[in-house]
């Protein structure tokens, strides 16, 4: 009887082992993950404003059918990524995506930023040189420092009323994004 | 050959628990990265910069464009208060006070995401949009059955879940004891 529970017990301990290798090991085996969809609207330095979620279709990134989501793709290797421009007055927020799908950085326009995206996004050298006063910034810049090159920054707006939309999303595509020049 | 059975046992019995707790801890989740104001449910570390293992998972399967920390939280219901799995064909009844937030929506969804809202309609519903009591207290109707008041009008059979997404809010980082509060969902007349 007790050698039976003690292979039981060994069963569960081999469990919990399997468990654990299975979390962790999900996130390197998925194929389909947060970034490959990122990577298939082919948002290269420029503000590209998601279509509208249909009703009766699927939503495989989740979208809020109430927002206007605007998204663009980065790389800081190629220099330091600024995103500016002014938004209507009203509810916009933003996020800073990496390769591993997690959110990095965000910010809502609460923050006292208003109306006014005026960002810039640096890479750990970048920082150090914008330490030392070798890269030239405008003052007033929000800084953002990045462990990680390659980004997706996700702007979502929130228009108030559903006729607003056009004009919202035509203010978010005009929001400038990429490296200065 | 009492050695080969009780080695079988014990494949079978890891594999059940190591792929089941797996299993569990990513759809469920609520004893590991998911919180839970019932019937409604939150994994508040998905917009963190360093989710934890268990969040991380649920992230990779969802593949989705989550909320940064900062910016919002998103709420899952699939069961109504009583426990019973949300049915399109029932009528529900939403009741209470959501935590402080600049605004928020309401969707219904079904298992593979897509929008169930009537054709027509709103896809959601929008804090903006509601008619509350003197109170302050809100009062949502969601179902197919023609409702009074804030009504989200669905289509379609079998079940759904509610997604209630709150941005810009205060839920969970301690702003008070009384502010972590979820309407309450109770189901009215089936068809």
Known sequence: ?181 | MRFVLLLLLTIVVALATGFGLSYYALTDGRAVGAAEISPWVSWPDLGSSAPNPYSRGHLTREAALQLGRSEGLQFTATTDSAGEPLDLACAYLLEGHVPVSTFWTLVAVNGAGVNLAAPGTDLALRSSEVVRANSGAMVLHVGKALQPGNWLELAGEGTFALKLTLYDTTAFSGFGSDNDTMPSITRGDCA
């Open chain 1, 1 to 181: 009887m007790t050698r039976i529970l003690l292979w039981l017990i060994g069963g569960v301990l081999l469990g919990g082992i399997i468990h654990i290798v299975v979390i962790l090991a999900l996130p390197l085996l998925a194929e389909e993950t947060t970034w490959s969809r990122i990577e298939a609207i082919a948002a290269n330095t420029a503000m590209v404003v998601l279509p509208a979620v249909e009703p009766g279709a699927p939503n495989p990134l989740h979208l809020d059918p109430e927002l206007v989501y605007g998204l663009c793709q980065v790389d800081l290797a190629e220099g330091p990524v600024y995103l500016s421009g002014t938004l209507p007055d009203a509810f916009w927020s933003l996020a800073v995506f990496n390769e591993a799908g997690t959110v990095t950085y965000s910010t809502t326009n609460r923050d006292g930023i208003g109306q006014t995206v005026d960002l810039g996004i640096f890479n750990a050298a970048q920082t150090r040189l914008l330490a030392q006063q070798q890269l030239d910034i405008a003052e007033g810049l929000l800084v953002v420092e990045s462990d990680t090159d390659r980004l997706a920054i996700l702007v979502r707006l929130a228009p108030p009323h559903e006729t607003m939309r056009p004009r919202f999303a035509e203010r978010l595509a005009a929001i400038r994004c990429g490296p200065r020049g």
